[in-house]
Structure formats: C-alpha cells, structure tokens
C-alpha cells in the first residue's frame, strides 16, 4: 500500500514563498496522476494542481495560475508544488492526493477522483 507524507508546510508573510514536498513510499505497482488540494476553516476542500503520471499534462485554479508551480520526480517518488508570492487567501491545509491510471496522460481534479491521501501540511499566510 502506498502511503502519502507532506512536508513543507509553514508561516510566510504575503509576497513570500513556499514549497511543499509529497513523498510516496511502500510498493507502488501502478502509475500514478497525482494533486494538491486544500482546504481553508470552513470551506470545501478544492484542488489547487495536478499533474500526470508523465507530467505531461498540467492542471491549475485560476485563483494560483501564474504564482504556484506543480511538478514530480517519479524516480524519487516525489510530488512538488512550488508556491510563490502566496496571499493570506492561501492559507490552508495542503493535501496531496494519487489515483492510479493506465493512461500516464491522464489528470484528475475532482476531490472525488483520488484514492490515496496525505495528511496535510498547515500553510500560513500573514498580511
């Protein structure tokens, strides 16, 4: 079973930086499309990036195109997300997600579609 561990998580101020690690770890016999979701007090959760299996495809909200950076090391088993000039509306929990698929072009960006969770990475962002 493959588990799912975010790092990176933390305190900026606004204009400041951020990147988030996820590391996959136990056997993975499939190819995974993998995301950052998040989810700020009282609000639903909502996906942030993906990316496929190849990293061919990418996928960004609309409110972080332009600042945040999604991106994998499949022979590290790493996913990446690289947030720059984060806003205090950027405050969350960031999770990272994996659904496995045959297809490595494939992308998924509904909460509903992924099957493996992490625990989630606290992000900050003061004004």
């Known amino acids: 079973q493959v588990q799912l561990v975010e790092s990176g998580g933390g305190r900026v101020q606004a204009g400041g930086s951020l990147r988030l690690s996820c590391a996959a770890s136990g056997r993975a016999s499939s190819r995974y499309a993998m995301g950052w979701l998040r989810q700020a007090p009282g609000k639903e959760r909502e996906s942030v990036a993906a990316?496929?299996?190849?990293?061919?495809?990418?996928y960004y909200a609309d409110s972080v195109k332009g600042r945040f950076t999604i991106s994998r090391d499949n022979a590290k088993n790493t996913l990446y997300l690289q947030m720059d000039n984060l806003r205090p509306e950027d405050t969350a929990v960031y999770y990272c997600a994996a659904k496995s698929t045959l297809d490595s072009r494939n992308i998924y960006t509904a909460q509903s579609d992924y099957e493996l969770w992490g625990q989630g990475t606290q992000v900050t962002v003061s004004s």
């Open positions: 990316i496929s299996w190849s990293a061919g495809r990418l």
